[in-house]
């Protein structure tokens, strides 16, 4: 485990949202899920990401998961693109609860796992515990691993540039979605593992919001995980390959 190289492809990925029933049953509204994912197979965009905050991770069950994997990768074979990139989101309160979801996501047809860390115990998370658990998680993933650095939603655990540095040396991590709006990881990432659109990159940062796509992009990340494409893919994708043209270095 943990050997496979596949660089994460640049672009606009869509966090996919999560659709369910109203009323009491909480359940997830299938008919509409598969309409949705039509639309965005569809659309064009580089990539889709399953459960993550937007897709409602922390409510799924492995099953819900499993089956929305499942689903996304059967319509983005329907419609004649069977390599879409899939990304899993994990979720748990365990570095063993995140490698079983990263095994999960692989045998339901997910080409990465989007990792967040633990953060029930966060008071005790040093930067070292922290840099530990993504390396052991990465180590035992069937799948390459995307880091997901959202401080908002982990009691504050915020993966710096330094830890990045370090992270992004492992052979099965190779991407970090930023939702933090850190300018200079994207930058700091791109010195040293060289820029996302130049195609020698083995780890690339993603803004975590489509409104500093442009500042990631020209400082040498490689794209964005976005929730605006959930609405409006193609102007998501447009901004993206105009703004890629343009050598702000």
Known sequence: MGSIHSPYPPGIHVPS????????????????????IDFLVRSGLHGIVIAGTNGEAATLTPDEKSKLVRLTR????????????????????STQAIIDDTKLAASAGASYALVLVPSYFHFALDSAAVVGFFEEVASASPIPVVIYNFPGVAAGL????????????????VAVKLTCGTIASVARSAAKFGRALD????????????????PCLSVGGAG????????YPKVCDMSYVYTKRVDCR
């Open 17 to 36: 949202l999560t659709w369910f029933k109203p009323g009491p049953t909480q359940s997830i509204d299938w008919a509409l899920q598969e309409k949705h």
């Open 74 to 93: 059967s319509t983005a074979q329907r419609f004649g693109r069977p390599n879409m990139p899939i990304t899993c989101g994990t979720f748990g309160g």
């Open 199 to 214: 195609g020698d990159s083995s780890f690339v940062a993603l803004a975590g919001q489509s409104d500093w796509l442009v």
């Open 224 to 231: 964005a995980i976005t929730g605006l494409a959930n609405l």
């Open 158 to 173: 915020n993966v710096d540039s330094e830890m990045l540095e370090t992270l992004g040396e492992h052979s099965n991590i």
